[in-house]
């Protein structure tokens, strides 16, 4: 069973950065992305930045250049730097991997979350 220890969320001022960083456990498969989403009150979840095992990273438009992501493999770990936030930015963010499992199949699996709320 994929386990999640997600960590860094929490309460941040407009302009100011946060760490997200996500530990993930009990998979015996390498994973392919590995990334983040987040879902505000009212909306649907959306991907805000994601990043292959190659190294070629995605972010959401309304990230681009304010967030950056990276991954330790060997520790089976991601982390989502998040500079000049903004109210919009709150949300719950949630860790997620894909399993490589064999061509072309990825299983998904994404963690309980993490609150990251953004006062103006």
């Known amino acids: 069973q994929v386990q999640f220890e997600e960590s860094g969320g929490g309460l941040v001022q407009a302009g100011g950065s946060l760490t997200l960083s996500c530990v993930v456990s009990?998979?015996?498969?390498?994973?392919?992305?590995m990334g983040w989403y987040r879902q505000a009150p009212g909306h649907k979840r959306e991907l805000v930045a994601s990043?292959?095992?190659?190294?070629?990273?995605n972010y959401s438009d309304s990230v681009w250049g304010r967030f950056a992501i990276s991954r330790e493999d060997d520790k089976n770990t991601v982390h989502l730097l998040m500079t000049a936030l903004k109210p919009e930015d709150t949300a719950v963010y949630f860790c997620?991997?894909?399993?490589?499992?064999?061509?072309?199949?990825?299983?998904?699996?994404w963690g309980q979350g993490t609150q990251v709320t953004v006062s103006s």
């Open positions: 997620y991997v894909d399993e490589a499992r064999g061509l072309d199949y990825l299983v998904p699996h």
């Open positions: 009990g998979s015996m498969y390498a994973f392919y992305h």
């Open positions: 990043m292959t095992a190659s190294g070629d990273r």
